[in-house]
């Protein structure tokens, strides 16, 4: 059985803890047990077929893909409380200017969908539930909660599936309680997943293998991205102002880790998360001309060789 040390470095006033040389299947155990901190609801399954990683020929096809997005605001049963015109521009922004790095464009109906549902108004986790307001097979339908921004709990985002054509988030993060979700790339980390993505550190999660440093194996392990960087489950533990992360851990060759600490779909600190990889814009780009449920919410879409 292949084996991993890990160790991670924390440094607290007086006193220095180093965790060493576990089996990796047990530290991912151990990890999963301990119910780590994240801003994902659940783990998503996997929507068939899952498709593999794009080659480098279809890597050479460009041209605008157009995404037909529904936009559905929860409010309170007097149809007050949503969120204003303001702040879903606001969050409609963030997803343009992470993805147009892409080419991948969003086309919002003109109708907007209001949920007044008093149950839903005040779950400031949100729930799976949501879906099943008004669904669409020719389009993303994203589902935005209230910011809840006094709420004690922590909120966070929703896919059922990779890829999916719906998900939610809501809330703030309880490690940064005036950080709001939905004003940070999180809401692009959620359409990551309906894009294709898996995050980056998907080899501690049910279902996936360890990836190695060397990307031997980025294929058919870890987030199957091999241009992203093995990544040990950052787990919010990297600090917002600073970008960095005082953990430590080797794969089972003994290869220190260097995870991307500003990648969308990692766990990093929703304040540090700045950028998709080439590879994994590739891969959006393929799911969205490949797979059968996202083809449905193409609007246009030109691809020819450079």
């Not at 530290?27 to 498709?51: H, I, N, S, Y």
């Not at 940070?184 to 309906?194: F, K, L, Q, V």
Request: glycine content about 8%.
């Amino acid at each position: 059985m292949k084996t991993t040390s890990i160790f991670l470095l924390t440094v607290v006033p007086f006193f220095l803890f180093l965790l060493t040389s576990a089996p990796y299947a047990v530290w991912k155990a151990d990890r999963q047990q301990q119910d780590p901190p994240g801003f994902c609801m659940g783990q998503p399954r996997v929507a068939e077929p899952l498709l593999p990683t794009p080659t480098a020929e279809q890597r050479l096809y460009q041209g605008p893909l157009h995404l037909r997005v529904y936009l559905h605001i929860i409010r309170n049963e007097n149809g007050e409380g949503g969120l204003t015109p303001d702040q879903i521009a606001e969050s409609l922004g963030i997803l343009e200017k992470d993805f147009r790095p892409f080419d991948i464009f969003f086309e919002l109906e003109e109708e907007i969908f209001y949920i007044d549902e008093q149950t839903l108004f005040e779950d400031a986790n949100g729930t799976a539930a949501v879906f099943n307001n008004n669904p669409h097979e020719d389009g993303i339908d994203i589902y935005l909660f209230p910011d809840h921004p006094g709420h004690s709990t922590a909120g966070g985002g929703m896919v059922y599936t990779i890829p999916a054509a719906a998900f939610y988030i809501v809330g703030r993060c309880i490690e940064d309680p005036k950080l709001i979700y939905r004003r940070t790339s999180a809401i692009s980390h959620e359409m990551g997943h309906c894009l294709g993505l898996f995050h980056t550190h998907h080899a501690m999660e049910q279902g996936g293998c360890e990836e190695l440093v060397n990307r031997n194996n980025c294929i058919e392990c870890g987030d199957f991205v091999c241009d992203t960087p093995a990544d040990p489950g950052l787990f919010l533990e990297v600090d917002g102002a600073s970008c960095t992360w005082s953990g430590h851990a080797l794969d089972s060759q003994g290869q220190e880790m260097q995870p991307d600490l500003h990648n969308i779909m990692s766990y990093t600190h929703p304040r540090c998360m700045t950028h998709f990889s080439e590879g994994q814009g590739a891969r959006m780009r393929y799911y969205i001309t490949h797979h059968p449920m996202l083809k449905k919410c193409l609007i246009t879409h030109q691809i020819s060789k450079k």
